[in-house]
């Protein structure tokens, strides 16, 4: 016969405490005060289970001050998160939007499953310690936000963000390496291999535009098509610095047929990339996180930033002036005189980009 459950008696009204058997982490089971249904029964609910009994003792007398929902004591981290996501997605910029969103899949989504009541002070100091200064103090600000909304629901009865230390750890510059004429050429292989059905085909074509016009991811994944010029082969796009936003990017013979394609891909559509279920700019996280798969798929170690790199590697290995190539990657010239009185038409700009060839 099983060994027989421990009850610690309480006064009736008072809720219960019971030791289950076997071999168990938190065996000590905690039960609501019953409660008189319209039927006549009684319903007690399970309040949690917990390790010592000293745990349940506290855990009922706290209920006792301060009775909650049980449904909202089962609330977790990611139902919040995800109210305030949807809530915060049009009062923040793309960018910090974007940035949110990344941080907490990388460094929070672990603890998504487990109600926000039972995270501890050491889980969530573990989780921010991870990253350099400036994603912890992303991290921190987003716990406070989730943990605000909680207590004005009553879902805790205390922020143990506000307790959080923002990790000191600095971020560490790597070169970037220029990525070689082998691995161009496997990239344009598969590009040309692959139909639009594939996801990576995308990321090979996004790779293929970038390499041929010195774009910066957040650019492509920007560009509209009524700044896109076909006859006058060049497009107006851009974004960070002054020098950078709004500028002429040439269009290469070698990517014309992909720009079109993507162009009429989805005529109703304003964003040369679009996301697949909406109108919305091709995003980030879906960008960094394909990317990263293409890249382990053909085997090379590059980021997505060293197609900016070897772009400008190459025109200045083909003595293209500094002048025309910072006026194509959006780079401020420190030569003031370069800025007020040189003039370049978008023909003046192809002409050196058309130098590029990558022999794919």
């Not at 969530?124 to 909304?149: D, H, R």
């Not at 990263?292 to 200045?316: D, G």
């Amino acid at each position: 016969m099983g060994r027989k459950k421990r009850r610690t008696r309480k006064l009736n009204g008072a809720g219960s405490i019971t030791k289950l058997s076997g071999k168990r982490n938190k065996p000590w089971m905690v039960r609501t005060p019953g409660e008189i249904q319209i039927d006549g029964t009684i319903k007690r609910t399970v309040l949690g289970y917990y390790t010592t009994s000293e745990e349940a003792e506290i855990a009922l007398a706290k209920y006792k001050i301060m009775p909650f929902n049980i449904d909202e004591k089962n609330t977790t981290l990611n139902d919040l998160w995800k109210i305030w996501y949807e809530k915060k997605q049009a009062e923040v910029t793309k960018r910090s939007h974007e940035r949110y969103y990344k941080s907490y899949n990388l460094y929070l989504s672990h603890l998504k499953n487990k109600p926000i009541r039972e995270l501890t002070y050491h889980e969530l100091q573990q989780a921010i310690s991870v990253p350099v200064k400036g994603t912890s103090k992303y991290l921190k600000t987003l716990l406070n936000k989730i943990y605000k909304m909680a207590m004005k629901n009553n879902i805790v009865d205390k922020d143990i963000s506000e307790l959080l230390e923002i990790s000191q750890k600095k971020s560490v510059t790597r070169p970037v390496k220029v990525i070689d004429i082998k691995t161009i050429k496997k990239i344009r292989k598969y590009s040309n291999e692959n139909n639009c059905t594939n996801k990576l085909k995308k990321i090979a074509d996004m790779t293929l535009i970038m390499l041929y016009t010195g774009m910066r991811s957040g650019e492509i994944r920007s560009i509209k098509k009524e700044n896109i010029f076909f006859n006058e082969n060049y497009m107006i796009g851009g974004i960070k610095t002054e020098a950078g936003k709004d500028r002429i990017i040439p269009i290469h013979p070698k990517i014309k047929d992909l720009i079109i394609f993507y162009y009429n891909e989805f005529p109703n559509k304003d964003f040369l990339f679009s996301q697949t279920k909406s109108k919305k700019a091709f995003s980030e996280v879906t960008f960094v996180n394909n990317f990263i798969e293409f890249r382990n798929l053909l085997n090379f170690t590059n980021n997505r930033h060293a197609c900016r790199h070897t772009f400008i590697t190459e025109l200045k290995k083909l003595n293209v002036t500094e002048s025309k190539i910072k006026r194509i990657v959006g780079h401020k010239s420190l030569d003031v005189t370069d800025g007020v009185y040189t003039h370049y038409s978008p023909q003046d700009l192809l002409i050196e980009v058309k130098k590029l060839d990558y022999g794919d």
